[in-house]
């Protein structure tokens, strides 16, 4: 069975700032990527997916994360964040055969401070 | 927004109540799973429903059941309430058989139980 870890779980930045959350993952095969954002009071959200080609994938809102296989890692970064950055981020995989399950990391809880 | 909608946004039980949480798909969604995610926790997958059947599984007891419906609508039932079942459940629609099969969350019911 895959597992997700998300090695920050809070992270306070300056606006301004850039930014890295870690995700390593841990399963055999192909897997697909995700990272998803939790707004205050807000449903989850997705920002960006891999599921091939290219390992450096952009989201919205300047966000971009790069597939790095021989780490089975998926890092988010944004070079600059905003105040209006402020949630939980989740980083999840999805195993080709696994249907729709998406196995979430623990989240890192990210505060801007303006 | 996404489209999904879940009632209702909170609930109060007590231990070995049961319980009945629904969810609304998006339009032109064939495909819904239900996650539970508890407090200062990634989602877990609980399970997902395909043409009113269940298809796919996570690593949760018989008592969490559910049900789709024609129009791909869905309910999760759990019964014999545990206070450990206290959290936000998520419902994600998508289409099955779309290449990216992107999951859409709805804003989930928070369960507490006492």
């Known amino acids: 069975a895959q597992s997700v870890s998300q090695h920050n779980h809070h992270v306070i930045l300056s606006e301004a700032a850039s930014l890295e959350l870690g995700c390593n993952y841990s399963?055999?095969?192909?897997?697909?990527l995700f990272w998803y954002v939790q707004y205050p009071g807000q449903h989850l959200q997705l920002l960006l997916k891999?599921?091939?080609?290219?390992?450096l994938v952009k989201g919205i809102k300047g966000f971009e994360a790069e597939f790095i296989k021989s780490k089975f890692s998926f890092n988010l970064r944004k070079p600059s964040v905003q105040w209006s950055d402020t949630a939980e981020y989740f980083c999840?995989?999805?195993?080709?055969?696994?249907?729709?399950?998406?196995?979430f990391g623990g989240g890192t809880r990210l505060m801007v401070k303006p | 927004e996404t489209g999904v909608t879940q009632s209702p946004t909170h609930l109060i039980k007590t231990r070995g109540q049961q319980v009945t949480l629904r969810c609304s798909s998006q339009?032109?969604?064939?495909?819904v799973s239900w996650y539970q995610q508890a407090l200062g926790q990634g989602p877990q997958f609980i399970f997902q429903?395909?043409?009113?059947?269940?298809?796919g599984r996570g690593n949760f007891p018989p008592r969490f059941s559910g049900l789709q419906f024609p129009n791909y609508s869905s309910e999760l039932n759990v019964n014999a309430l545990e206070l450990d079942d206290s959290a936000l459940y998520l419902c994600?629609?998508?289409?099955?058989?779309?290449?990216?099969?992107?999951?859409?969350f709805g804003p989930g019911t928070r369960l507490t139980v006492l």
């Open positions: 994600a629609s998508s289409q099955s058989g779309s290449r990216w099969n992107e999951q859409f």
């Open positions: 399963y055999g095969g192909t897997v697909n």
């Open positions: 891999y599921f091939s080609g290219d390992p």
């Open positions: 999840a995989v999805k195993a080709p055969d696994a249907g729709n399950m998406l196995t």
């Open positions: 339009s032109g969604h064939n495909t």
């Open positions: 429903y395909y043409r009113e059947e269940e298809n």
